[in-house]
Nanobody, 115 residues
Framework: VQLQASGGGLVQAGGSLRLSCVASGSTFSINAIGWYRQAPGKGRELVSTLTNVGDTYYADSVKGRFTISRENTESTVDLQMNNLTPEDTGVYYC??????????WGKGTQVTVSS
């Protein structure tokens, strides 16, 4: 499985960004796709996940502001991020989970929110 993340950028506080994660390869075996982020000097934090049956998870810090969804193509998952704050700044990584395997990771995409 290969993952390609895109959509990061620089935005002012209160603004929005939409991240996309495109999975390729053995995508039929994926049972969830999600996003982690890593702020400067901090550990990696799980932000949101979406399972192949539609169950979602959001970190408390993003509930009500971020929405994870699947595009018409089953292998693309988006993260709509609204009302961004400087605390949302970091590198966002797409990840995919397959039963019995370690998670797959994509290269990160930088999100910078200025105050």
């Amino acid at each position: 499985v290969q993952l390609q993340a895109s959509g990061g950028g620089l935005v002012q506080a209160g603004g929005s960004l939409r991240l996309s994660c495109v999975a390729s390869g053995s995508t039929f075996s994926i049972n969830a796709i999600g996003w982690y982020r890593q702020a400067p000097g901090k550990g990696r934090e799980l932000v949101s996940t979406l399972t192949n049956v539609g169950d979602t998870y959001y970190a408390d810090s993003v509930k009500g502001r971020f929405t994870i969804s699947r595009e018409n193509t089953e292998s693309t998952v988006d993260l709509q991020m609204n009302n961004l704050t400087p605390e949302d700044t970091g590198v966002y990584y797409c990840a995919a989970w397959i039963p019995g395997a370690t998670p797959y990771w994509g290269k990160g995409t930088q999100v910078t929110v200025s105050s």
